[in-house]
């Protein structure tokens, strides 16, 4: 069992490793060449941009949310190299893979303390992974060659296995730097690229933009490979992505270590597909369940049907909440809030986060889809919803001085603000009962937005809305729904600025399936997730 791999990292953030991750990965799919994408994360946008380069899920690789075990079974589960490789849960095991690309954060080093834990080192470490460091070497020569050599010496178990130096001014620049660096070191060098007047791939507060939202994204990440294709040495970057090791010592199927997964075989649903429009795969999941619906439930007793609203507006979703979700015996049926579209019966509800606020004045202006979404929860029917989620679930979006009203579940609104207003990782605590989460329950999470949460009712020290969940800052500063409040609660529906990783969290998916099972027998879901 091996995959040949590699880790693209940088000096610090801002280097250029993700334009050349994507145009490493971009160029090599285009060569028909299976690659698995992976992002240290958390992330979400350049976790969608890997897939949509690839063609395939990407998966992200925390050492904050797991351990090294759980690391390593995640990333060979997700590579199709241990478990059952069954088509019916993930794209991602029915599928040999040719190579991983591993894309970095920060810088290589950086981590959480003075050792550097939860680096993209780190991470190489665990994996056996070559590093290949992209390097910003604007108005630098020969002080490139001590970088790497530093680079090279200062941590054991890190492999650096080439660099590619970016924004190069021209042939001499090029020159010096080549013949330095492999005159000083023994780091060969896999590519020169030069300077790139117009970054193909547009950049926004939040990051990389959603491609969602841009029709020519393609178009950009094809022309970010064909730079990464003149000017990189790709067969020599797949010659050290072959020379990573085996993995030493067995490893775990992931998903055998994470409770409540179900041992049958679940209905095959279609994989995430990160090419195919919204329309065409909701119309494709409505047909699905539409056909479930007319199998007697005594001839096919059914799963819990839990929707998930994927859209333009809420696309925040990491591949192994959805997988976790059908292993613990959910159907997933993919929603829009943004169009027309009927949704079938459900049991259950899970709204990621996204940019609600790009798109806040044509989910205001649906209001058929709104009122849906607040007679669902008034039902009792389980809804967890995170960040851009529960933005949708509060009374109103402000943008740029704009009100734009929502489902009004929660009287709360969300104000845009010019700045971060919640940024980094973050321990939760379950402070009330609730369907998804044990009382007593601590487990890791982290938040990224840029609104504040507003109470339209009570008091900022008393709000009307109970909170669920007690958050402690873990990197970065935490604010939640203010003063570390997070996980407003109303009946069965739940809504958090925190955003999970189900494998670091193993109880949510099943309590989760639990209550979408509880509400389909009739019964109330039981208050307390355990």
Request: charged share 20%; glycine share 10%; with cysteine.
């Amino acid at each position: 069992m091996n995959l040949p791999r590699i880790v693209i990292a940088g000096l610090s953030g801002g280097s250029g490793k993700t334009l050349v991750s994507l145009g490493v990965v971009r160029a090599l799919a285009r060569s028909g060449l299976a690659i698995k994408p992976c992002k240290k994360g958390p992330d979400y946008i350049d976790a969608w941009w890997l897939a949509l380069a690839a063609g395939h899920p990407a998966t992200n690789l925390d050492p904050y949310f797991l351990d090294a075990a759980m690391l390593r079974s995640l990333f060979w589960t997700q590579c199709g190299l241990v478990g059952d490789a069954n088509p019916a849960c993930s794209a991602s095991t029915a599928i040999r893979y040719d190579m991983a690309v591993m894309e970095g954060n920060r810088g290589l080093f950086d981590g959480r303390d003075l050792s550097g834990s939860c680096s993209t080192a780190e991470l190489a470490r665990i994996l056996g992974a070559p590093v290949v460091v992209v390097m910003d070497c604007t108005k630098m020569t020969r002080t490139a060659a001590a970088i790497v050599s530093g680079l090279r010496h200062f941590e054991q178990g890190v492999h650096i296995a080439g660099v590619i130096l970016n924004r190069t001014a021209g042939p001499r620049h090029r020159s010096v730097l080549r013949e330095t660096i492999e005159h000083y070191t023994d780091v060969p060098v896999l590519g020169v690229l030069p300077k790139i007047a117009d970054n193909p791939i547009p950049e926004r507060h939040m990051g990389l933009v959603s491609g969602m939202e841009h029709e020519e994204c393609v178009a950009g990440l094809d022309k970010v490979a064909d730079i990464i294709s003149e000017h990189v040495d790709l067969h020599r970057l797949r010659q050290v992505a072959c020379a990573a090791p085996p993995p030493q010592g067995p490893v775990a199927d992931l998903w055998s270590l994470l409770p409540g997964a179900q041992t049958s075989t679940p209905d095959k649903q279609p994989p995430c597909n990160p090419n195919q429009d919204d329309a065409a795969r909701g119309q494709a999941a409505r047909g699905d369940a539409a056909r479930r619906d007319a199998v007697p439930h005594a001839v096919q007793p059914a799963p819990p049907r839990i929707g998930y609203v994927h859209d333009a507006a809420l696309w925040f979703y990491y591949e192994e909440n959805l997988l976790a979700l059908r292993h613990a015996g959910a159907e997933l049926v993919r929603l829009s809030l943004l169009d027309g579209a009927d949704w079938p019966q459900l049991d259950g509800l899970y709204l990621g986060g996204g940019f609600p606020e790009t798109l806040a004045a044509r989910l205001s202006a649906n209001r058929p889809a709104l009122d849906r979404l607040r007679a669902l929860s008034e039902s009792g029917l389980p809804i967890y919803a995170e960040c851009g989620g529960f933005m949708v679930l509060g009374r109103s979006i402000v943008m740029d001085g704009t009100e734009h009203p929502m489902a009004d579940i929660f009287p709360v609104r969300t104000v845009f603000h010019a700045k971060p207003q919640g940024l980094g990782y973050v321990d939760a605590a379950a402070v009330l009962e609730n369907p998804f989460h044990p009382v007593g329950t601590t487990f890791r999470g982290h938040e990224f937005h840029y609104s504040r949460c507003v109470p339209c009712d009570g008091t900022p020290d008393t709000p009307a809305v109970p909170s669920a969940l007690r958050l402690t800052a873990q990197s970065g500063h935490v604010t939640g729904m203010g003063d570390g409040r997070d996980g407003l609660l109303l009946r069965n529906t739940m809504a958090a600025y925190t955003h999970i990783f189900a494998p670091a969290v193993p109880h949510w998916a099943p309590a989760m399936v639990r209550a979408a099972r509880a509400f389909r027998s009739g019964r109330p879901p039981s208050s307390n997730a355990s």
